[in-house]
């Protein structure tokens, strides 16, 4: 394989939303979620974990209301007590489409939606 032409790994996620929504959506990610601040301007929140993982919520012209597709695509967000997580945003108002509960490959998995309807899952691992 060429090494200079070889794709690497997913570094970042981005999620458009319209400029009418953006600030709900944002609220969400950064204080219910509360998910690591890297940049915080209009129209623009990204957020960044230690090994440089990022995700952006944008604002985009060709975006316009909810997500009419919620299964489209899935966030996956990692946790070690997936019942103390699903309770802290619980407590945030955080309500769930699918409680904790494992998986027949020996992890557990929650989700929820986010204000635009796009589906979030918190994710612990197997042991």
């Given at each position: 394989?060429d090494?200079?032409?070889?794709?690497?790994?997913i570094n970042g996620i981005?999620?458009?939303?319209?400029?009418?929504r953006?600030?709900?959506?944002?609220?969400?990610?950064?204080?219910?979620?509360?998910l690591p601040v890297?940049?915080?301007?209009?129209?623009?929140?990204?957020?960044?974990?230690p090994?440089?993982m990022?995700?952006?919520?944008?604002?985009h012209?060709?975006?316009?209301?909810?997500?009419?597709?919620?299964?489209?695509?899935?966030?996956?967000?990692?946790?070690?007590?997936?019942v103390?997580?699903a309770?802290?945003?619980?407590?945030?108002?955080?309500?769930?489409?699918?409680?904790?509960?494992p998986?027949?490959?020996?992890g557990?998995i929650?989700?929820?939606?986010?204000?635009?309807g796009?589906?979030?899952?918190?994710?612990?691992?197997?042991?």
């Amino acid at each position: 394989m060429d090494e200079r032409t070889a794709l690497g790994g997913i570094n970042g996620i981005l999620l458009w939303t319209e400029a009418d929504r953006f600030d709900e959506l944002a609220a969400f990610y950064r204080d219910v979620l509360r998910l690591p601040v890297r940049t915080d301007r209009p129209g623009h929140l990204a957020f960044e974990w230690p090994d440089g993982m990022r995700l952006t919520l944008g604002v985009h012209e060709l975006v316009h209301g909810r997500s009419t597709e919620a299964h489209r695509i899935m966030l996956n967000l990692g946790v070690t007590d997936i019942v103390a997580a699903a309770a802290a945003l619980r407590d945030r108002g955080v309500r769930f489409v699918r409680e904790p509960s494992p998986e027949p490959w020996g992890g557990w998995i929650a989700t929820f939606a986010d204000p635009d309807g796009n589906l979030v899952q918190l994710l612990q691992p197997a042991p």
